[in-house]
């Protein structure tokens, strides 16, 4: 094993194949963040979603993929010109996945869960309860065509080498969070809710005009005149009047969400939430 994949790995505290999964997940993203900021990938593109924000803000749930966001719009887009240089990072600290392509100009990383549980070495009990063919999936997504007006910052990794990572600014993340609650296009998630939440108590800052641009672009606002927050926490107010807070929090939980958090959740809650949304 690697020294720094080692270092790692002493962060968790392992006992059972669940727990070294979750480690392994959360190390070979990291390995992967590295491996894409080396390429040069993070000079076109930013990083946001769940794994950002637990990486970055210390989110406490788990996010299985890597979720990108081009600067420019480029609808031929490939991460797969920089599948070298990744798979190269990924054998330098002793993995041995494949990266494969994916859908819309993503990626996959696959690889044998037994192998790759040996590699963080993982003890004989952990190992004797994995099929031999079972594999890891690791999805690498890339928004290659709404990438408009949102702003980035720098932040820096320690793990598992320094190293300088280009994100979604947090009052954009936060919009394209909420745009995730209010849009027509696809259902809202127990997660998407269980991160405004956390959104809201760790950093509420909305930046209003990512929101609209966001929602004009999938034809969810259309109105002539600018988006004003009353009008967010209006819609934001519709959509936890008709939620099922318990079907929400089930779903939540499957994704290792914090249950201590989730207990704290009724609809109340959440109505006091939005009151709580600072505009920027």
């Not at 997660?191 to 509420?204: I, L, Y």
């Not at 209003?208 to 819609?235: C, F, H, I, P, W």
Request: include cysteine.
């Amino acid at each position: 094993m690697h020294n720094a994949v080692k270092g790692m790995l002493s962060d968790y505290s392992c006992g059972s194949v669940e727990d070294y999964s979750k480690a392994l997940v959360e190390i070979l993203q990291e390995v992967l963040l590295l491996g894409l900021q080396q390429s040069g990938f993070l000079e076109k593109a930013a990083f946001f979603g769940g794994t950002a924000l637990r990486v970055l803000h210390g989110l406490d749930r788990r996010c299985d993929s890597l979720d990108f966001c081009l600067l420019k719009h480029d609808p031929g887009f490939s991460i797969m010109e920089y599948a070298e240089p990744v798979k190269a990072q990924l054998n330098k600290f002793g993995f041995t996945g494949e990266l494969r392509k994916g859908q819309e100009g993503g990626a996959e990383l696959t690889g044998v869960t037994r192998l790759l549980m040996q590699e963080i070495g993982a003890p004989k009990h952990v190992l004797s309860g994995l099929h031999p063919r079972k594999l890891l999936k690791l999805p690498i997504n890339v928004d290659a065509t709404s990438g408009a007006g949102f702003i980035t910052e720098e932040k820096f990794l320690q793990r598992p080498v320094p190293f300088p990572v280009k994100a979604v600014s947090l009052p954009d993340a936060f919009a394209w969070n909420i745009h995730s609650l209010l849009s027509a296009q696809a259902p809202a998630h127990g997660t998407d809710w269980f991160d405004f939440a956390w959104f809201v108590v760790t950093f509420p800052e909305l930046r209003l005009s990512q929101l609209e641009a966001k929602l004009r672009l999938t034809g969810d606002y259309s109105d002539l005149n600018a988006l004003t927050l009353d009008s967010v926490q209006m819609d934001l107010l519709e959509k936890v009047k008709v939620l099922d807070v318990e079907d929400a929090k089930r779903e939540a939980l499957t994704l290792s969400c914090n249950r201590g958090i989730l207990e704290d959740w009724s609809r109340e809650y959440l109505i006091e939430l939005i009151k709580d949304i600072e505009p920027v």
